[in-house]
């Protein structure tokens, strides 16, 4: 009898929310899983490690196919927690992180908790895959995205990922008919934010991180943003590497 | 008279360090500085952004051409604050981090809250350097460092660089006598973590997060690690664009 595949589920949503569940339940059939999600909710910290104090960890759940545990610091310390403490052998065969409630499509990707996690597995050389919804809603009906997460899933289990490259799938709103899905790239843009002000009840200033995504790509076909924006599951191929070759270049001039 | 440059310094340590004073007092030189800090130490955040709380600000000096500020979230939080509320025209014409007391070589760059303050100015298509050093003494002499900040600010200043690019410059420690300086790549390798397993004194655990680099590219000299460890400044241009091209080709049976 072969091995199951061992399966480690992370979000950066918390572990009490519905969509690392809804992904849980999916990879039972692939696999033994184990899910370590942050206690609490974890947006935006993109791949923070927790250095200034310690974590804790609770155990939820321990059944021979299904374990659940929670760790007090951020999506990235979660995975390197269940690494060094809870996956047996210490890796997985595969890491998947999401349903994320909320769009990490973009360069979303570089501040998202949820994203982040599948690049520690991808840094690990572990096939890695993060799943997020451009729905917020916590009462989301996942349903739809099913047959599309076991096929992507099936498809990284076969034939694996180059090293050190990981995936990056967003899904349309629910309520949409899904239109299709497609391997594409990040769409070029930025977050243009502002921060609102306001006073608290003892007169002192404080301030709210707000804005919105500018899309420097708009017409561009090949962008995850296009696909979304016509209800197409994007799936972009991200890699660790980011040295620029050509700028290494340009700057000889710097050597001395 | 031309105007003079805008320049944002910021760093990771937090504003009481003596890294961010330095590296603020060498561009001086160069135009009007604007240092916008982290109230608190906030190494290992990464491009976290704070979301589940309001941030607040001190204004700790402002003259002519010297104005200092602490924000109380994040590093990426301190460049996107000083960019919406303190920056002349919501912008610089270049942005540098540092100095780091401890170095963000090879894929440290990925966890550096230091690194991720010039990823935040690339985005925004403002010419941006990081500088670490090897030595994490808060006592550190960084006289040794000087002509070369200057060089490369005196390049970037004038070259500029490619949308989207960011130097990553790490220095060796200040004692050793420095062997010449490089543009090279970053070096491939892991993090290797532990956590340390320890008792409070009501009894329950707790866990410190610890570990070590593992360098896969230990004998190419083209890498960050190589250069530092002979004592050669290291300058890796890192870009924000993170799709891998080969595999939108590979994964093609994905589409449908």
Known sequence: MTKRPIILVTNDDGVEVQGVHYLASIMEQFGDVFVVAPQQHQS???????LQMPVRVRKHKDTDNLHIYSVSGTPVDCVKFAM??????????????GINHGSNSANSAIYSGTVACVREGAINNIPSIAFSSLDFSSEINF?????????IT?????QGLEKHVFLN??????????????????????WVERFEEKVDPLGRTYYWLTGGFVNDEKDNPETDEWCLQ????????????????????SLQNLNE
């Open 230 to 249: 016509h209800n197409i599951v994007s799936i972009v191929p991200l890699k660790v590497e980011a040295t620029d070759f050509q700028t290494i270049q």
């Open 143 to 151: 349903e739809p995205y099913k047959p599309y997460i076991e096929k």
């Open 84 to 97: 060094d403490k809870i996956l047996p052998n210490k890796t997985a065969d595969l890491i998947v992180s």
């Open 169 to 190: 799938v967003n899904f349309p709103k629910p309520e949409n008919k899904i239109m299709g899905m497609k391997v594409c790239k990040q769409a070029d843009g930025m």
């Open 44 to 50: 935006g910290m993109s791949q923070a490690l927790t």
């Open 154 to 158: 099936k498809t990284v289990l076969q």
